[in-house]
């Protein structure tokens, strides 16, 4: 184990107060990773909030712990845990408490991650953080509780594609397997997260497949979500876990985009990609940031022209290159 296990292990066993956290518009490895994070200085008897900026999507409701997940500002606190986050910022709000606790743990495997903690556990081209906290659990020896393997298993599930994505590595698969032998069940996580949909999500998700665009010669296509698609279908943007998958599921397209309308003029905007076509530059060319295959931003804007800028900004960094070496 490394060094950044065993110091980060003894910042959980010593000292009293936490406030754990994630990224803005959390997804299942954020979700898994947080309520293990939980769950575990509960066991070790701290006082511990969780905070996010947005609420937990209901399809990872099921998951222990997940009705504790508080929206609201909590008093800073000895330490700040952020896990998945590549910058602070990513958090959201959230941000203004973790910077106010006396250490900063930061947990993370996007290479992209700005060192911005006291303690930093950053472990690149790591398949999900749940493989990471899966570690430290080792490492702090205290066993890992069922719910705890559940939700890990939850994130690995979540970030890996389903064992799909090119991070899936054999590691990966001991990790699951030993999490399995812990009780969790595959199947009633699979049931919970992918066959859970309201009729209401469905009705959303049939309205966004009627805006698919593509365009850049059919590499790249996009999606939208409007706050009148919300208000029509009584949908939530809670329903929209892995909706941001779908463009990139067309045949030859190489880079998908889902523009998702979060408030007048505000979009939060999901990429999604093929490997060897790196998204986390277009997001951070946006402000955000991600990895290779799956990253996001938020910009204020007028859909249209946003539209065109993201796609120029796809066909300089992603398209053009290729088309150069093509030709060479
Ligand atoms: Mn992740």
């Not at 184990?1 to 009293?16: C, L, P, Q, T, V």
């Not at 330490?79 to 990513?90: M, P, Q, T, W, Y």
Request: glycine content about 8%; some cysteine; hydrophobic content about 40%.
């Amino acid at each position: 184990m490394s060094d950044a296990y065993k110091a980060i292990a003894e910042i959980f066993r010593s000292k009293g107060t936490f406030v754990v956290t994630s990224h803005i518009d959390p997804d299942g490895d954020a979700i898994g990773c947080i309520l293990t994070i939980y769950s575990v200085l509960k066991r070790l008897g701290k006082s511990v909030n969780v905070v996010l900026e947005d609420r937990v999507p209901l399809n990872f409701s099921f998951l222990k712990g997940s009705d504790e997940v508080v929206c609201e500002h909590v008093e800073p606190c000895e330490v700040g845990i952020v896990v998945d986050a590549a910058a602070v910022e990513r958090t959201g709000w959230v941000k203004d408490i973790i910077l106010a606790c006396e250490v900063i743990v930061n947990i993370d495997h996007h290479r992209s991650n700005d060192y911005f903690g006291t303690y930093n556990l950053v472990v690149e081209g790591t398949g999900a953080c749940g493989e990471i906290i899966y570690k430290l659990l080792v490492e702090i020896g205290e066993g890992i509780a069922l719910e705890e393997a559940e939700a890990l298993f939850v994130a690995i599930l979540s970030d890996t594609g389903c064992f799909r994505f090119p991070t899936t590595t054999a590691e990966t698969m001991r990790i699951a397997a030993h999490l399995l032998d812990l009780g969790v069940r595959p199947y009633r996580a699979a049931s919970e997260i992918f066959w859970n949909r309201s009729p209401k999500a469905l009705m959303l998700l049939s309205n966004a497949l009627g805006t698919i665009e593509i365009t850049n010669d059919g590499a790249v296509a996009s999606m939208e979500i409007t706050r009148e698609m919300y208000e029509s279908t009584g949908a939530s943007p809670r329903d929209t876990e892995g909706f941001a998958n779908y463009p990139r599921s067309i045949r030859d397209v190489l880079v998908g985009i889902l523009f998702r309308e979060v408030d007048d003029g505000v979009y939060r905007v999901s990429l999604r990609s093929r490997e060897g076509y790196p998204v986390d530059g277009i997001a951070k060319a946006f402000g955000g940031g991600g990895h290779p295959t799956a990253a996001g931003f938020r910009v204020k804007g007028e859909l249209e022209s946003l539209k065109q800028d993201v796609r120029r900004e796809i066909d300089s960094q992603i398209l053009q290159p290729h088309r150069i070496s093509d030709t060479q």
